[in-house]
């Protein structure tokens, strides 16, 4: 609030240019006040950029240097263009255009085509969905609900990253992309999808950003004429454009450099979209002569938040940590962040709605909390659990739990079911409650084993997987429980999850919170295969995961509680481990990089290592007797770090050479010994030798086998008998 303001809801307008300036801190003025040539503003999260960048544009149309009309400032949305619009208006620079890109650039399209075509411009279609349907089927593709949606997005992927149906498999493999459906079947879709768009005169989303792109370049008297219009230019979360706005903003510009651009890489978490932070990255390279302001002044964290947001990029990788911002809070200090472990996760999700009670008591509303989550299928236990609690929520960016189709489909069929009972051929020879389930729900998409990638299919199947486990519980709790009892148990839980239509606890994926704040934020479900993703394979996915938490704990202003559960459900193995992301953050976790130092000294020699002296719990600290425990080198009921896919894919393995050598399992090795290397990763020899139960023989013979599938590689087949 400026000195001028008397309202925070009806804002005086300043009375001068220099006004405009009040209450902005060095770095804000500077950005407000360098009104000429290229800018660059880096500005972390929570440091007032809207704020900086609107009131530059004030100041300079309120001091005559910038004409109101001359200005076009663009962002992503329309929430944010609104709120830009409406703060210009507040200081006085009225007339000023704040649009998306595609706003921009369908309203230049609409008033120069009947110039550079001739007649109406075809028709926007609102949804391509329906016509790639109609391109899959003429295809003799099936494609599901989900399928399609995934297609499409596969779609819109390839034209805003200007990539041509018959380059897309091609494009696909270069980015390393996890495709909904054979790329080579993409490419047909999507051929005959914009011949389908040809045929009727009808033009999508992308094309509006493509034309105007081809109009500005085959048309120079166009471009001069927009360029005399539109002098000055300001880009918010520069590092969210793709490549094919990047190249409209350059047709825009022309050979002139009056452009600010504001962004933050620590928080570029859309690449699946086709954003990329390289054009913010390499501004300064595009122009030498740039003004760079960084904006580090945190104003919405504590100190204690913004320690845990600085120390999560400290241990980041790549090309955006080497830009990463060190935020400086500017609040009181608050409460420490809360880590919590819970055994399981109803314990979590009610845990979780506990605190959010307790918060709501002690005078936090409910509209200022909210529970993020890295998918939305993990948002059930959460709904449930606040409305035990009487907690009153609301869902952002994502359909209640018992809405979506899939459950909605899911439902209808396990009604069926249960209604004709022993006459379903379904379920012959079927007995238990959760086999059941898993035979109904396999004829709607769901898969022992997880399908790749993400998108709406890996949605759906945790969504179905959801209810799985459900059942699983159901059964565990309610002995002799039937499938009617069931589909009554889902019916009374759809009924009590009908929150009020009231504000509430806001329940949101990580993603769909960006740009969003409240008082108290609860990150939820932070372990390894969650968080990161199970699907995020490269070195480059794995980093765009930690900024994704990154995002995630500066939401928070002043309580953030970050959680885990070491196993799905109660009474579960605790296999479970938190995310990496958070080692030697969290108290009693270990900096990466320090896991070799639990396991003993390493003798010099090149080869295996002793351990010397008393060895201890690498958790806790506490000396071990216990043979199993020194193997694991942690106190049995101390937290696993274990890799719970690759225990099971040593197990795996195990069986086959039992079966082989013709011994017992626990002659190759124990479960002790297996759970150990499952914890310890190990990428050498060296490390595997260190691990109790690990001898020469064994390394010998089992040693390549082992460290083959800690590198997530398939071992050698027919390992023969000695």
């Keep these: 609030?400026?000195?001028?303001?008397?309202?925070?809801?009806?804002?005086?307008?300043?009375?001068?240019?220099?006004?405009?300036?009040?209450?902005?801190?060095?770095?804000?003025?500077?950005?407000?006040?360098?009104?000429?040539?290229?800018?660059?503003?880096?500005?972390?999260?929570?440091?007032?950029?809207?704020?900086?960048?609107?009131?530059?544009?004030?100041?300079?149309?309120?001091?005559?240097?910038?004409?109101?009309?001359?200005?076009?400032?663009?962002?992503?949305?329309?929430r944010a263009a609104g709120e830009m619009r409406g703060r210009l208006r507040e200081l006085g620079a009225g007339g000023v255009q704040a649009r998306t890109f595609h706003s921009a650039a369908l309203r230049q399209l609409q008033y120069f085509w009947p110039k550079v075509i001739g007649g109406e411009m075809p028709r926007l279609l609102e949804r391509k969905?329906?016509?790639?349907?109609?391109?899959?089927?003429?295809?003799?593709?099936?494609?599901?609900?989900?399928?399609?949606?995934?297609?499409?997005?596969?779609?819109?992927?390839?034209?805003?990253?200007?990539?041509?149906?018959?380059?897309?498999?091609?494009?696909?493999?270069?980015?390393?992309?996890d495709a909904p459906r054979d790329p080579s079947e993409i490419s047909q879709i999507y051929g005959l999808y914009e011949q389908l768009k040809r045929d009727r005169a009808v033009i999508d989303f992308e094309d509006v950003l493509?034309?105007?792109?081809?109009?500005?370049?085959?048309?120079?008297?166009?471009?001069?004429?927009?360029r005399r219009q539109y002098q000055h230019f300001v880009v918010d979360e520069y590092q969210d454009v793709s490549p094919l706005q990047q190249r409209l903003l350059?047709?825009?510009?022309?050979?002139?450099?009056?452009?600010?651009?504001?962004?933050?890489?620590?928080?570029?978490?859309?690449?699946?979209?086709?954003?990329?932070?390289?054009?913010?990255?390499?501004?300064?390279?595009?122009?030498?002569?740039?003004?760079?302001?960084?904006?580090?002044?945190d104003y919405r964290s504590t100190p204690q938040v913004v320690h845990l947001?600085?120390?999560?990029?400290?241990?980041?990788?790549?090309?955006?940590?080497?830009?990463?911002?060190?935020?400086?809070?500017?609040?009181?200090?608050?409460?420490?962040?809360?880590?919590?472990?819970?055994?399981?996760?109803?314990?979590?999700?009610?845990g979780t709605a506990r605190r959010i009670r307790d918060l709501i008591a002690a005078g936090v509303p409910a509209g200022e909390i909210a529970v993020l989550y890295r998918i939305n299928a993990q948002s059930e236990v959460y709904e449930q659990a606040l409305a035990d609690a009487g907690v009153p929520y609301q869902l952002r960016g994502a359909e209640r739990f018992f809405e979506r189709q899939e459950v909605r489909e899911a439902g209808v069929a396990l009604r069926g079911a249960a209604r004709a009972g022993s006459n379903d051929a379904l379920l012959d020879d079927v007995e238990d409650l959760p086999?059941?389930?898993?035979?109904?729900?396999?004829?709607?998409?769901?898969?022992?084993?997880p399908p790749t990638g993400s998108g709406a299919v890996r949605d759906r199947w945790e969504s179905l997987a959801a209810l799985v486990r459900l059942a699983e519980d159901f059964a565990r709790a309610r002995d002799g429980a039937t499938l009617a009892d069931l589909v009554t148990e889902l019916d009374e839980r759809a009924a009590a999850?009908?929150?009020?239509?009231?504000?509430?606890?806001?329940?949101?994926?990580?993603?769909?919170?960006?740009?969003?704040?409240?008082?108290?934020?609860?990150?939820?479900?932070?372990?390894?295969?969650?968080?990161?993703?199970?699907?995020?394979?490269?070195?480059?996915?794995?980093?765009?995961?930690?900024?994704?938490?990154?995002?995630?704990?500066?939401?928070?202003?002043?309580h953030l509680g970050l959680s885990w559960a070491l196993s799905r459900a109660p009474g579960g193995r605790a296999g479970r481990r938190p995310t990496r992301f958070l080692s030697g953050l969290r108290p009693g976790s270990t900096a990466p990089g320090n896991r070799a130092a639990a396991g003993g000294a390493d003798n010099g020699s090149g080869g295996r290592r002793k351990r010397r002296g008393p060895v201890l719990c690498r958790v806790c600290g506490k000396t071990l007797t216990d043979a199993g425990e020194m193997k694991l080198m942690r106190c049995e009921d101390c937290p696993s770090d274990m890799d719970e896919a690759l225990y099971e894919r040593l197990r795996d393995w195990r069986s086959g050479q039992a079966r082989i050598l013709g011994q017992p399992a626990y002659c190759v090795f124990t479960d002790k010994t297996l759970m150990a290397i499952a914890e310890a990763v190990p990428e050498d020899e060296r490390e595997l030798s260190a691990i109790s139960g690990v001898?020469?023989?064994?390394?010998?013979?089992?040693?390549?086998?082992?460290?083959?599938?800690c590198a997530g590689q398939d071992p050698e087949e027919g390992q023969e008998e000695d």
């Design 1 to 78: 609030m400026t000195a001028a303001t008397h309202s925070s809801l009806f804002p005086q307008v300043p009375e001068s240019a220099d006004a405009v300036l009040d209450g902005l801190d060095p770095e804000q003025r500077e950005v407000a006040t360098a009104l000429h040539g290229p800018v660059c503003v880096l500005a972390g999260a929570g440091t007032g950029k809207t704020r900086a960048i609107t009131h530059r544009i004030a100041y300079g149309v309120r001091a005559g240097i910038l004409p109101p009309a001359s200005v076009l400032a663009v962002t992503f949305t329309n």
């Design 129 to 177: 969905i329906q016509l790639v349907a109609e391109a899959a089927a003429r295809c003799r593709i099936r494609l599901d609900r989900n399928e399609l949606r995934d297609v499409t997005s596969e779609i819109e992927w390839a034209k805003v990253t200007q990539t041509v149906p018959v380059d897309y498999p091609a494009a696909v493999a270069k980015s390393l992309r």
């Design 210 to 226: 493509l034309l105007t792109v081809g109009i500005l370049q085959d048309r120079q008297d166009i471009a001069d004429q927009i």
């Design 250 to 297: 350059d047709l825009w510009l022309g050979d002139r450099e009056n452009l600010c651009v504001v962004g933050d890489a620590s928080q570029t978490i859309y690449s699946f979209t086709g954003a990329t932070p390289d054009h913010l990255l390499n501004f300064r390279t595009r122009h030498p002569s740039a003004t760079v302001v960084k904006l580090v002044r």
């Design 309 to 350: 947001a600085n120390g999560l990029l400290g241990q980041a990788r790549g090309r955006a940590a080497e830009h990463r911002l060190e935020l400086v809070s500017q609040r009181d200090p608050g409460p420490d962040p809360a880590y919590t472990e819970y055994p399981d996760e109803p314990a979590e999700a009610e």
């Design 435 to 449: 086999a059941q389930v898993r035979a109904v729900l396999s004829t709607k998409g769901w898969t022992p084993q």
């Design 497 to 558: 999850q009908h929150a009020p239509t009231v504000q509430g606890v806001t329940l949101a994926s990580l993603h769909a919170a960006k740009g969003l704040e409240w008082d108290a934020v609860f990150l939820v479900g932070l372990t390894e295969g969650m968080m990161p993703i199970t699907y995020a394979k490269t070195d480059e996915q794995v980093e765009e995961e930690r900024r994704l938490l990154y995002v995630g704990v500066t939401r928070a202003r002043l």
């Design 695 to 709: 001898g020469g023989r064994k390394l010998d013979r089992f040693g390549a086998d082992v460290l083959a599938i």
